[in-house]
């Protein structure tokens, strides 16, 4: 049996100079920022490695939040209690580097992001992603998120629905 061609593990001394994923935020974001993100505990990075080159091939973000309960649809806030808000795991960030486009490395990278969710010892309601774009949106919705009440670009998933749906669509 080969070798996985990617290992996605925490973000550490990592070389992230070339990484390129076409957005330059984004790109600005993982060669500057996140280190102090990860100091000051506001988001944890996880970081797609290539086995061969030892290069960071995508990497995503995970942080705390709440998601209102006046956000979520209907059907949801009738199964939840009245709380104002209900907890969720945010992917802040995901982005893979454009020489690796195609290989099915974001949702390898979705997925991590949501097993690291269930295994965690912290309870949340659902993940949510705030999609960039209509082809972020469209990507987000293809792994079974669903938008917010009136803001289609923030997307959400709930953790039960999560691992039935990524089961079914692993990477």
Same mark, same amino acid.
């Given at each position: 049996?080969?070798?996985?061609?990617?290992?996605?593990?925490?973000?550490?001394?990592?070389?992230?100079?070339?990484?390129?994923?076409?957005?330059?935020?984004?790109?600005?974001?993982?060669?500057?920022?996140?280190?102090?993100?990860?100091?000051?505990?506001?988001?944890?990075?996880?970081?797609?490695?290539?086995?061969?080159?030892?290069?960071?091939?995508?990497?995503?973000?995970?942080?705390?939040?709440?998601?209102?309960?006046?956000?979520?649809?209907?059907?949801?806030?009738?199964?939840?209690?009245?709380?104002?808000?209900?907890?969720?795991?945010?992917?802040?960030? $995901?982005?893979?580097?454009?020489?690796?486009?195609?290989?099915?490395? +974001?949702? &390898? #990278?979705?997925?991590? @992001?949501? /097993? =690291?969710?269930?295994?965690?010892?912290?309870?949340?309601?659902?993940?949510?992603?705030?999609?960039?774009?209509?082809?972020?949106?469209?990507?987000?919705?293809?792994?079974?998120?669903?938008? $917010?009440?009136?803001?289609?670009?923030?997307?959400?998933?709930?953790? +039960?629905? &999560? #691992?039935?749906?990524? @089961?079914? /669509? =692993?990477?």
């Amino acid at each position: 049996m080969s070798e996985a061609p990617f290992r996605i593990e925490p973000l550490s001394d990592h070389d992230r100079s070339e990484f390129d994923c076409g957005v330059d935020a984004l790109n600005a974001y993982l060669a500057r920022q996140v280190g102090q993100d990860r100091r000051r505990r506001m988001s944890f990075c996880f970081v797609a490695v290539e086995q061969a080159t030892r290069r960071v091939a995508g990497y995503y973000t995970l942080s705390a939040t709440g998601i209102e309960l006046s956000d979520l649809p209907p059907d949801i806030q009738k199964r939840l209690p009245r709380y104002p808000s209900v907890p969720a795991v945010r992917i802040g960030r $995901l982005a893979v580097d454009q020489r690796y486009r195609g290989q099915r490395l +974001g949702g &390898a #990278l979705l997925f991590d @992001a949501i /097993q =690291r969710t269930v295994a965690s010892d912290i309870a949340a309601f659902a993940v949510i992603v705030d999609a960039k774009d209509d082809i972020a949106a469209a990507f987000y919705s293809h792994f079974g998120f669903q938008p $917010l009440t009136n803001k289609p670009l923030k997307l959400f998933l709930p953790i +039960g629905e &999560a #691992l039935r749906e990524l @089961a079914f /669509q =692993r990477p």
